[in-house]
């Protein structure tokens, strides 16, 4: 169960992205007071759940989208293995890249509290580890997004033209180096979920075999198929048991999802 939040949110902050088409995003997809949120199932168990709100605020003179995301455990989880996960990010509304991203994970003995600043004009990021008091500065070359913001970024990118058998790599920064995520595009399927049916993208995010994952081919994702690129549902195989999460609630959606019975 260790970190296990840690890879829920991941998969909610990562692996959505790859429904996206690399041209430049119109933000318009998303707006003031959108919320999501997810239950999350450890096999058999009701583990927890994932939260995504979105709200405008003012930061450094200009309008952001602040995008909190939190993870915590309930129930009999909560029990034995208390977890309390933040991330937050701050994306410039005109131009839909980060500013600054904040992660503090509180699972168990697992503790982290990180901030990452990203200064796309002279293409460096600072990077603090809050506990130790610590700072680097990082170069990067072309755009950088932080793990929060990619998911919001590209949302809003149109992905009539994609089929099954694409491949799509996404760089993103974390944890003082730049990450390389290989995703196909499987297929288009409608999925049934407990606000009904829905057409979706279901995606496959490569993962490293090993400790956490059965084999690089373990998650699978399915996003609605139309402008809000919201998740429906998250599968995975891991080495030890398997993971489900579900859209459970949400609000404030720009575009409503088209649900059938």
């Known amino acids: 169960m260790k970190k296990l939040f840690t890879i829920v949110v991941t998969f909610l902050f990562f692996f ?4 996206a088409d690399y041209s430049t995003p119109s933000p318009t997809q998303f707006k003031d007071g959108e919320y999501l949120k997810y239950r999350i199932h450890y096999g058999f168990l009701n583990a927890g759940y994932a939260t995504f709100t979105t709200n405008l605020v003012t930061y450094n003179e200009k309008t952001h989208y602040h995008v909190v995301g939190k993870g915590y455990s309930t ?6 293995f208390k977890v309390e996960d933040l991330y937050e990010t701050y994306i410039d509304k005109s131009t839909m890249l980060s500013s600054k991203f904040i ?12 901030t990452m600043v990203i200064d796309h004009t002279n293409k460096n990021i600072t990077y603090t580890n809050n506990k130790s ?12 997004h932080d793990m929060l913001s990619a998911f919001y970024y590209l949302r809003n990118m149109n992905t009539d033209n994609y089929t099954a058998g694409d491949y799509i790599n996404l760089n993103i920064f974390m944890d003082g180096e730049t990450l390389n995520f290989k995703l196909k595009i499987l297929n288009r399927e409608t999925v ?22 059965k084999e690089k081919e373990s998650v699978t994702m399915w996003v609605t198929d139309d402008s809000n690129h919201v998740p429906i549902q998250i599968k995975a195989e891991l080495a030890v048991g398997s993971l489900k999460a579900d859209l459970s609630s949400y609000k404030n959606l720009e575009t409503p999802i088209n649900f059938s019975k």
């Open 16 to 19: 959505i992205f790859i429904s």
């Open 75 to 80: 129930g009999a989880v909560k029990l034995f």
């Open 133 to 144: 008091n610590t700072s680097k500065t990082y170069n990067y070359t072309g755009e950088m």
């Open 192 to 213: 049934s979920s407990s606000f009904g049916k829905v057409k979706c993208l279901k995606i496959r995010p490569y993962v490293l075999a090993g400790r956490v994952f």
């Open 103 to 114: 992660r503090k994970i509180r699972e168990g003995s697992y503790v982290r509290d990180q």
